[in-house]
């Protein structure tokens, strides 16, 4: 992932900053329509993980849609050159504004979470002369295992409607008139490496499709979410998450009628294995009984260990000396801004380069300006000349 060239570049840059490596972006987006859109499935790359606009570009062209949880996420996506026909906008809490530039554009679908957000919704696509398309966001109450942070799908969760309502729910719809079912939707947590949750999720999906259905109502879009995780530990060798399996899963286990698509929401398994965070250490120092290393990245770069405790993989790019155990710590006045406690890496001294990997999801959006930090400009690997060998 790092040849010496991109290392070279990597000098001549102001750090920290983002690297972004379009190979393993594109290798992904191979394997995503080899084993999913192949088989007819749609799938929305959820622009909340990255939203830099080259990236996007390159999702677009591959045949995916966008998946939007606000109206900046919605302007973006069609900015990126997105139809408005490919656009789903998710959200728990979707301001008036941000739904009326939806059905200004007319996008696909506007996933619904709530009873309220459906009488809202109505109200505003009549006051517009619009026909909403919607799917019913269904908290299914099933475990994600994952952090707690980013489980979605239980039922002390915030989101969804829950089964106990849907009853009433679908009773109501037809009196609103300015909306349209079209589909179901789920989404149960992100970050999540098992398989198990994936199949209960497609259980609890086959007999609401069947109960909805049973009531008169048509739908052709079955929308189970995202979530599908990657290999934090081993960056290099699952630079590609196993679509295969994955898309296999739902083929094995999710019954679809004739008139009926899968649709995905994908968002870390499509760009996070792509990003690098890429950070110079500042200084070293002795503390009474570890060794940190000061790094000019923070917890405003990169707020997941901080806020998840999530583990990324540190490479030390200009330094192959032996390996020292390390607390790798950023510039911020708050322990929570330390990247990995106790990791071993060859000994590094003041302008050494280190990469913080898999951070291409969740990442770059989720930076601050908190202390008045600075945001340096991406780099992508297209932008460094490297001789083919
Ligand atoms: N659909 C919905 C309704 C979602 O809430 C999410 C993510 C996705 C799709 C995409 O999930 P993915 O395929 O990326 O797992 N900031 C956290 C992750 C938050 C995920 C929020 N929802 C992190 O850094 O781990």
């Not at 972004?20 to 084993?35: F, G, H, S």
């Not at 950070?279 to 990169?302: C, H, P, Q, R």
Request: proline letters at 4%; hydrophobic letters at 35%.
């Amino acid at each position: 992932m790092f040849p010496s060239e991109v290392t070279d570049f990597f000098k001549n840059q102001k750090t920290p900053f983002y690297y972004y490596d379009l190979d393993v972006l594109n290798a992904t987006l191979e394997q995503i329509k080899k084993y999913g859109l192949s088989k007819g499935y749609r799938v929305h790359f959820a622009l909340k993980s990255n939203n830099q606009p080259k990236i996007l570009e390159i999702i677009k062209a591959s045949g995916l849609g966008a998946d939007c949880v606000s109206g900046g996420e919605i302007q973006r996506a069609i900015n990126s050159g997105f139809f408005p026909n490919e656009i789903a906008f998710a959200g728990v809490g979707k301001s008036d504004e941000e739904i009326e530039l939806g059905l200004k554009h007319d996008i696909f679908c506007f996933n619904c979470e709530s009873p309220q957000e459906l009488e809202v919704l109505n109200e505003l696509a009549e006051q517009h002369g619009k026909q909403a398309r919607i799917a019913l966001r269904i908290n299914p109450n099933v475990e994600a295992d994952t952090h707690k942070y980013i489980t979605t799908g239980l039922n002390e969760n915030k989101f969804g409607i829950n089964e106990s309502e849907l009853d009433l729910v679908l009773d109501k719809l037809p009196e609103l008139e300015n909306l349209e079912l079209v589909g179901i939707h789920f989404h149960i947590g992100s970050q999540i490496e098992k398989f198990d949750p994936f199949r209960e999720l497609c259980s609890k999906a086959n007999s609401l499709n069947e109960h909805i259905e049973s009531k008169g109502f048509k739908l052709t879009v079955i929308n189970v979410g995202g979530g599908f995780g990657i290999n934090y530990e081993h960056p290099n060798d699952s630079s590609v998450p196993d679509f295969e399996k994955f898309f296999g899963l739902f083929e094995e286990n999710i019954e679809l009628k004739n008139h009926q698509q899968l649709h995905f929401e994908l968002g870390r398994s499509v760009i996070g294995q792509s990003g690098s965070l890429i950070t110079k250490v500042l200084y070293t120092k002795k503390g009474i009984s570890k060794n940190f290393a000061i790094v000019d990245a923070g917890m405003t770069e990169l707020i997941r260990p901080a806020l998840y405790q999530a583990a990324h993989r540190i490479d030390v790019l200009t330094s192959s000396k032996e390996e020292k155990i390390y607390d790798v710590v950023g510039p911020i006045c708050e322990s929570s801004d330390t990247f990995r406690k106790d990791v071993s890496i060859p000994e590094v001294e003041r302008g050494d380069l280190i990469a913080i990997r898999s951070a291409g999801a969740y990442g770059e959006v989720m930076r601050s300006a908190y202390n008045l930090r600075e945001a340096n400009p991406s780099v992508y690997s297209d932008e460094i000349l490297i001789p083919k060998t």
